[in-house]
């Protein structure tokens, strides 16, 4: 099993920045990708960003050139750095990890709130 654990999340103005942090625990050697996801109220859950084991990135076009996803692979980590926030960034952000066997692993989910 592969526990994560997110942390970072909070309330910020429209125009400002957050860093979600991520870190995984347990059978980390099963971990190939990560990435965060996001859910808002009424929403479906999307994929933000995600970053493979060899540092290939992929990000929603709805966060293009405002969100970096990086990793440290001896921590275990991953991190979402977010820059000039919107309100409709706001959502629950979730943590996820995938094996090779494409089993996807989650977080408890940590809240952003973009004011306007």
């Known amino acids: 099993q592969v526990q994560l654990v997110e942390s970072g999340g909070g309330l910020v103005q429209t125009g400002g920045s957050l860093r979600l942090s991520c870190v995984a625990s347990g059978s980390v050697f099963r971990i190939n990708d990560m990435g965060w996801y996001r859910q808002a109220p009424g929403k479906q859950r999307e994929l933000v960003a995600s970053?493979?084991?060899?540092?290939?990135?992929d990000y929603a076009d709805s966060v293009k050139g405002r969100c970096s996803i990086s990793r440290d692979n001896v921590k275990n980590a991953v991190y979402l750095q977010m820059n000039s926030l919107k309100p409709e960034d706001t959502a629950v952000y979730y943590c996820n990890a995938r094996n090779p066997f494409l089993y996807n692993y989650w977080g408890q989910g940590t809240q952003v709130t973009v004011s306007s």
């Open positions: 970053i493979t084991s060899g540092g290939s990135t």
